[in-house]
């Protein structure tokens, strides 16, 4: 059973840093990507980021580019994300998942698109704000 469990969320000032966790189970970080999404009230899901099975290779939107960084250590079975400069915007509960197996050990994963994920964490609340 695919499960996964997401840490790290809070509050911080414009600016700061955080850094969010996704530990998951039931499958191989070298099988599958992993990849990060937020969703503000009232708003859809958004993609963040994510790393590719096959090679972590790492993609981000445009929002948040050159300020998250994504990463994986696949002995923990765990992903994180490092979010550098947040912006008050950036007021979301942040969820990871898993890309469906139809990109089994793909050296690609596609960031912008919720409904290749499956299989949701709880999700971990970010708030920023001074």
């Known amino acids: 059973q695919l499960q996964f469990v997401e840490s790290g969320g809070g509050l911080v000032r414009p600016g700061g840093t955080l850094t969010l966790s996704c530990a998951a189970s039931g499958f191989s970080l070298d099988d599958r990507a992993i990849g990060w999404f937020r969703q503000a009230p009232g708003k859809e899901r958004e993609g963040v980021s994510c790393i590719s099975a096959a090679d972590s290779s790492p993609y981000y939107a445009h929002a948040v580019k050159g300020r998250f960084t994504i990463s994986r250590n696949s002995s923990k079975e765990t992903v994180y994300l490092q979010m550098n400069d947040l912006k008050a915007e950036g007021t979301s509960v942040y969820y990871c998942?898993?890309?469906?197996?139809?990109?089994?050990?793909?050296?690609?994963?596609?960031?912008?698109?919720?409904?290749?994920?499956?299989?949701w964490g709880q999700g971990t609340q970010v708030t920023v704000s001074s």
């Open positions: 998942s898993v890309l469906i197996r139809e990109y089994y050990r793909a050296y690609f994963c596609p960031v912008t698109l919720p409904k290749k994920y499956d299989n």
